[in-house]
C-alpha cells in the first residue's frame, strides 16, 4: 500500500477540522475563551488548548524535519482565534512543502528525538507522522466539548461532511 497519498489526505481533513473548531471558537469571548474547564489532563482553557493543538502540529513537523532538539512552543500567549489561525496556515503550508519532498521510503527512516521532558526517542517517520493526526484529533475533541460548554456553536467535523456531495 503506497501510505503518503492517504496520509496526505488525513492532514488535509485535520487541517479543514482544525479550521471548523476555530470558527467555532471565532465567536467566543476572551472570557469565555479563557474560562478554566475542567477537560482532562493538560492545557485547563479553550484558547490553551487551541494553542496546544497548534503546538503540537508545529513541533512534530519540526521533529520529521530532523530537529531533534526542536522546543514546544509556548502555550500560554493570549493570542486572538485570528492569530492561532495564522499559525495554524503557516505550519500547514510548511508541512506541505516537506510533504511534497517525501517519497515512501523516508516513511520507514527512523529519527531521534527530544521529548518535551528531555528524553531522547527514536521512531520512524510514518509513526511520528501518525502521531502528528492523532495528537490533533484528540485535542480538537477537547475543543469541540469545551465550546458546547460554553455555550458557542458545535463544530461540525465529521468526515463525510468533509467529502461527500450532493447524489
Known amino acids: 500500500m503506497n501510505s503518503l497519498p492517504l496520509l496526505a489526505r488525513l492532514f488535509e481533513y485535520s487541517d479543514w477540522a482544525n479550521a471548523q473548531v476555530l470558527s467555532a471558537a471565532a465567536g467566543l469571548s476572551d472570557e469565555q475563551l479563557d474560562q478554566p474547564l475542567e477537560i482532562g489532563p493538560g492545557p485547563g482553557t479553550l484558547r490553551r488548548v487551541l494553542m496546544h493543538t497548534w503546538a503540537g502540529e508545529d513541533t512534530w513537523l519540526r521533529r520529521w524535519r530532523g530537529e531533534m532538539e ?59 507522522l501518525l502521531q502528528g493526526i492523532v495528537h490533533s484529533v484528540h485535542h480538537r475533541a477537547q475543543a469541540t466539548n469545551a465550546i458546547r460548554r460554553l455555550g458557542g456553536p458545535a463544530p461540525e467535523m465529521d468526515y463525510m461532511m468533509r467529502i461527500r456531495r450532493p447524489g
Open 70 to 128: 526542536a522546543k514546544w512552543p509556548a502555550e500560554s500567549d493570549r493570542l486572538s482565534i485570528a492569530q492561532v489561525r495564522e499559525r495554524f496556515e503557516t505550519t500547514c503550508a510548511q508541512r506541505a512543502e516537506f510533504f511534497g519532498a517525501l517519497d515512501e521510503s523516508a516513511l520507514q527512516r527512523e529519527q531521534k528525538y527530544r521529548d518535551s521532558r528531555g528524553g531522547v526517542f527514536s521512531a520512524s517517520l510514518g509513526d511520528m
